[in-house]
Structures are given as structure tokens and as C-alpha cells.
């Protein structure tokens, strides 16, 4: 299951806004490992001083494109949850991923395919989505479904190659796995995304006409 946190951020007054708090983000984390390893024989550690520098990157291209909400909130959430994953996969606080010392029996056969063969990446992945599809149902909002390209393990070793070489492409990944059409040329730039470009497009058209109409009948 790649949203095991959904359900308990679920439970978080405003979520939308305790988000964008440092401590919401660092137990939150640390609670999607501990729901993805259950039962796994994997464990990990994380960073927490890394886990910090990707929230402050990530909050200030937030605050930089939080405007973007008022074009489109329901793509805006799924943007920012993929600058998230941007900013994970590029500090990677996830330090080590190992399996238990000792012996388990039966237990690598029942790993999800996906977080056995890029444990870190699955694990931020899940993460960004689990929150972002919370957020979305606060709002009462259409949740982002993973789609069928994320069951697909030339999908993850797709992701893996490009993010290694340019973490941007995150975001582009991050739209994949909700179902929708990537931005591949520049896919952490607002106004590159088809939604914010095409309410650009509105807004401008909009005062364009409004220039055009006589000064008698222009709106205060």
C-alpha cells in the first residue's frame, strides 16, 4: 500500500497548514517508515538534520509559489507534495535501509515489490502522497489515486535513473504516480505546469478584455 500514513495525518487539525511545520513533517516521516517496514525485516534511519534542510527548501519554494493556490488549490497541493519529493530525494535523509540481523523466514517474499527494489525512494514517495492525498480530503477534494505506471518496476528503476542525475524530475515522476500528464522540460517551474500556465492564460485574457471594453462599462 503506497498511503499507509493517510489515515493517521487524517487525524490532524488543519492539516493543511500544520504541513508546513517542521515538527508535523519530522513525525509524520518517521511514522510512514514504521507503517512501510512493519513486518518487512527492513529497517532504516533517518537524518534528521538532512530531514530539516529538505523542509527549508522545500518551504521556501512553498512560499515562493503559494499564490498558485488561488489558479488551482487541488494541482497546487500535488505540486508542492512533489517539490517535497524533489527536495527528499535530493537530501535524502533516509541514511541506511538493511534488513534485521537474524533469520526471516518467508518474510522477503511478502515485501511490496516497489519498496524492496528502491526502499528510500518508495518510502518518500509514499510519504509525499499519503500527505498530500490527506490534505486534498481535508479540503474535500478529489484525492490523488496511485496509478497503474507505479505498479510497474521499470517504472521505479525509470525514477531512480533520472532523479540520480537531476532531482527535479521528482515532480514530473510525482504527477505520474497521480495519474497526470508530466511537465519533462522544466517540471519544478510553476508556470511550465498546464494548469497554472492555462490560468495565466485566463487572467490575462480576462484584463485584456477588460482594457478593451469602453472606459463606461470597465469594472471599479
Known amino acids: 500500500m503506497l498511503t499507509p500514513l493517510k489515515s493517521e495525518v487524517l487525524k490532524v487539525d488543519d492539516l493543511a497548514h500544520e504541513a508546513r511545520r517542521f515538527r508535523t513533517i519530522l513525525w509524520s516521516f518517521e511514522r510512514n517508515l514504521e507503517l512501510l ?50 527536495e527528499l530525494i535530493a537530501t535524502n535523509p533516509i541514511t541506511a535501509v538493511g534488513e534485521k540481523a537474524g533469520p526471516l523466514p518467508e518474510l522477503p517474499a511478502k515485501i511490496d515489490h516497489r519498496l524492496k527494489r528502491w526502499p528510500e525512494g ?43 542525475q537531476d532531482p527535479a524530475a521528482a515532480v514530473a515522476f510525482f504527477d505520474m504516480v497521480c495519474g497526470l500528464e508530466p511537465n519533462w522540460q522544466s517540471p519544478d517551474v510553476p508556470w511550465m505546469r498546464r494548469t497554472f500556465a492555462e490560468g495565466f492564460s485566463r487572467i490575462a485574457s480576462a484584463k485584456t478584455a477588460e482594457l478593451d471594453r469602453p472606459e463606461s462599462l470597465r469594472k471599479d
Open 37 to 86: 517496514l512493519k513486518d518487512t525485516g527492513l529497517v532504516a534511519q533517518v537524518d534528521h538534520a538532512a530531514l530539516a534542510e529538505a523542509f527549508s527548501r522545500w518551504r521556501q519554494g512553498f512560499d515562493q509559489t503559494k499564490h498558485l493556490a488561488d489558479i488551482d488549490r487541488h494541482d497546487f497541493v500535488i505540486f508542492a507534495a512533489g517539490l517535497m519529493l524533489k
Open 122 to 164: 518508495y518510502a518518500y514517495t509514499s510519504f509525499c502522497l499519503s500527505v498530500a492525498a490527506a490534505v486534498l480530503n481535508e479540503m474535500g477534494d478529489a484525492e490523488p489515486q496511485a496509478a497503474r505506471a507505479a505498479d510497474d518496476p521499470r517504472f521505479w528503476d525509470s525514477f531512480r535513473e533520472n532523479v540520480a
